[in-house]
């Protein structure tokens, strides 16, 4: 089993329907194909990504998000298309040392088939890899899915006090 989280390595991940996917460090080559995740996304999970109705990436988000000195971004292939990102997981360095922020966006057609709880585990061991002892998650409150999916990363329960809550998950 390759080392989450190294490198140069892509990580595999089999969904609950059998596909196997790679998970592997962002290229400056994989623009085209991230805007076209965007463009396949429906306005509903981006703006749960961004808390924003964004029709795209913007070049300025996609300078910060490529940086590696920022942090580190990550994308998923199927195993057989290689071409073709699904989906797109951050962990960006914040204002405070050993703290990232996690967001993740899984293409609506493969949501729902274990991939957001696998790259969110995974995103866990690259943070740790980081040197972060602290992972946020900014997740809107209404957004069923994604407070499950931290749930299953032991996330604690956080009481909404607002429309988008701040999740701490200890590493
Ligand atoms: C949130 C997101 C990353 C989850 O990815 P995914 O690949 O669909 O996640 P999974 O399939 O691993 O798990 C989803 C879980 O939510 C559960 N779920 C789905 N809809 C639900 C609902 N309405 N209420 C409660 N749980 C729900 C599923 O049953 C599943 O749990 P299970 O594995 O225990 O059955 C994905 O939906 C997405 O990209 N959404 C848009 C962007 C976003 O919200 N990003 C998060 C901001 S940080």
Redesign the pocket.
């Known amino acids: 089993m390759p080392d989450a989280g190294s490198p140069g390595i892509a990580h595999p991940i089999t969904l609950n329907d059998g596909t196997t996917t790679r998970t592997r460090e962002v290229t400056p080559a994989d623009l085209g194909p991230i805007q076209a995740l965007h463009h396949r996304c429906s306005p509903i999970?981006r703006a749960?990504?961004y808390h924003a109705g964004k029709p795209q990436l913007t070049t300025a988000g996609w300078r910060v998000l490529s940086d590696p000195q920022r942090g580190t971004t990550l994308v998923t292939t199927t195993e057989q298309h290689t071409d073709r990102i699904i989906a797109m997981t951050n962990v960006m360095r914040t204002d405070e040392q050993g703290v990232g922020e996690?967001?993740?966006?899984?293409e609506d057609a493969?949501?729902?088939?274990?991939?957001?709880?696998?790259l969110t585990a995974h995103a866990a061991q690259v943070a740790r890899r980081a040197g972060h002892h602290t992972l946020t998650?900014?997740?809107a409150a209404g957004?069923?899915?994604?407070l499950?999916?931290l749930e299953?990363l032991d996330a604690p329960r956080t009481r909404a006090t607002g429309p988008v809550l701040a999740i701490q998950i200890p590493l």
């Open positions: 999970s749960l990504r996690l967001a993740v966006l899984v493969w949501q729902s088939k274990g991939l957001g709880t696998a998650a900014a997740v957004n069923a899915p994604m499950h999916v299953n």
